[in-house]
């Protein structure tokens, strides 16, 4: 569980220093005089810090070794295995603020050996157009407690689980997780949660 309250306490001291900045750098406004009918000249920029990305966006942003717990990260790492952080992808389709990772072994010699785990935020009306387009492509729908799972036709997978189920989509709201088979999906550990 990520803990939200020391960034925000961090936060609080460089918010009320910029307001502070802020106030001791007003201008003076000049005296009007009915003569004349020029505007005062344009007061000079006041610089401000740049906006630090917000305590919640670096809470909420997942990396290959946070998006699965640390001692799956631990193991995999034993074996020589490392990740590959990519795109989330529902077919073609990337979907923006997500990641998708390949764990391997690189190193080695090219083999289908591999674990595949993604986590994105998604829009409702996205969720919908991808779970139809991957379904006219002849991927099967199942409506489940946690969401709707969306597995590739196991006569098509390249592994399948116990079950049967090759990779899986899971579409919850607000959010969408991948994994090469649809048990690999408990492995996750989605930063929303």
Known sequence: ?????????????ILLAALALAACSTT??????PATTESAPPAAP??????????T??????TCDTLISSSLVDELTSYGWTSRA???????TVVEGGLQCTWADFD??????LLLFGWAPIAASEATRLQTELISQGWLREDGAQGTYIT?????????DEDGYGMTYLFGDGWVTVALTKQGLVLIERPDA
């Open 57 to 62: 966006a670096e809470a909420s942003a997942p």
């Open 152 to 160: 590739t036709d196991p006569q098509y997978a390249v592994a399948v």
């Open 86 to 92: 990519d795109d989330f992808l529902v077919g073609a």
């Open 108 to 113: 080695g010699p090219a083999t289908d050996n």
């Open 46 to 55: 006041v610089e401000t810090p740049e906006a630090s990305p917000s305590a």
């Open 28 to 33: 003076s406004t000049p005296e009007p005089t």
């Open 1 to 13: 569980m990520i803990t939200r309250a020391p960034r925000a306490a961090l936060l609080a001291p």
